[in-house]
């Protein structure tokens, strides 16, 4: 591996953990910014000002936001997500099982909807301009058009209530086989890929089209190589970077579209406990769970970019 190629690695590296550490001041900063005072939300109307003012001090809530924001950046460095508020609990027990439930849905998603996008994609690039090609970048545009609350609306109406096939909501602890995994996990999966799966698309396609067009596949074209030879030979692992980079994004957005899913389907998932941290204004629980979503979400586009810089022809 040459110098540039360490480099480059290097500087992404570099620019994730820069990115991390301005996202958690964001999110410290946006959630302690949120309405309300969370000592008297936790007391009560009824709790008197001194009352009110012990749990502050108690809590720290009474020291400069800086402090408070340097102590907690220490804390997540060292695995130590804090306490609740709201169940004085340790945050860590309670995003254990519902961080398992979040990656089990997730992972699902992207076993379903990652071949199939990709599948579609490439196919349409082959056959572009034909018949199947429009077929699919309509229902790919039209498919992005629509919003997850919607798409989750529509099938809970159709699947849940008109048909009565599957249910309203989402148990992930109800799991005991294959058949009830189906059920549990149908509306939520179909719901998430819908958008990702027509974005990985468009990706996919718009990626291996430009790699058809390079001038080394003409050229295998004019020595006589089929259609499929120079798709799966010349033009797939030349386009392994723009592909990867499109599933990685996609699967990116998966971890925001997630919030709303399991919102609907009552999923008990993290975002689902972040949801109603909001409520409670467990700032603590906020702030680990929307760290949780950002360290996913760097760490995909991280690892996106330095698949793309090894794949790199050029660059070896």
């Not at 302690?32 to 936790?42: F, H, N, S, T």
């Not at 720290?60 to 460095?77: H, K, M, Q, S």
């Not at 849905?105 to 199947?132: D, E, K, M, Q």
Request: aromatic share 8%; proline share 4%.
């Amino acid at each position: 591996m040459n110098h540039r190629i360490l480099s480059l690695l290097a500087s992404r590296l570099v620019i994730a953990l820069v990115s991390l550490v301005i996202v958690s001041f964001v999110i410290f900063f946006a959630t302690e910014m949120l309405p309300g005072d969370v000592a008297q939300i936790i007391l009560g109307q009824a709790a008197t000002p001194e009352a009110v003012a012990g749990l502050r001090a108690a809590m720290n809530l009474d020291e400069p936001a800086i402090w408070r924001f340097l102590r907690w950046l220490a804390n997540l460095a060292s695995g130590d997500l804090g306490t609740s508020y709201a169940n004085n609990m340790a945050i860590s027990d309670l995003i254990g099982q519902r961080l398992a439930n979040t990656l089990r849905l997730a992972a699902v998603t992207a076993l379903f909807a990652v071949p199939v996008a990709l599948f579609l994609g490439i196919t349409a690039a082959t056959l572009r301009g034909s018949l199947y090609d429009r077929i699919v970048s309509i229902l790919t545009v039209g498919v992005i058009s629509v919003p997850e609350f919607m798409v989750a609306t529509s099938a809970v109406l159709i699947f849940a209530v008109w048909l009565q096939w599957l249910p309203a909501l989402s148990f992930a602890n109800d799991v005991q086989s294959i058949g009830q995994m189906l059920r549990v996990y149908a509306m939520p999966v179909i719901t998430l890929s819908f958008v990702i799966c027509a974005q990985m698309i468009r990706m996919t396609r718009a990626a291996v089209i430009d790699t058809l067009n390079t001038p080394y596949v003409e050229m295998a074209l004019l020595k006589g190589a089929s259609r499929r030879r120079q798709v799966l030979r010349h033009a797939l692992p030349n386009a392994l970077g723009p592909i990867v980079n499109a599933v990685a994004l996609s699967l990116s957005y998966l971890l925001g579209g997630v919030i709303i899913v399991e919102t609907i389907f009552n999923y008990p998932g993290i975002a689902k406990l972040m949801v109603d941290a909001v409520a409670t204004r467990d700032l603590p629980l906020i702030q680990s769970c929307a760290m949780i979503f950002c360290i996913g979400y760097l760490a995909l586009i991280t690892l996106a970019d330095l698949i793309a810089i090894l794949s790199n022809p050029r660059l070896r």
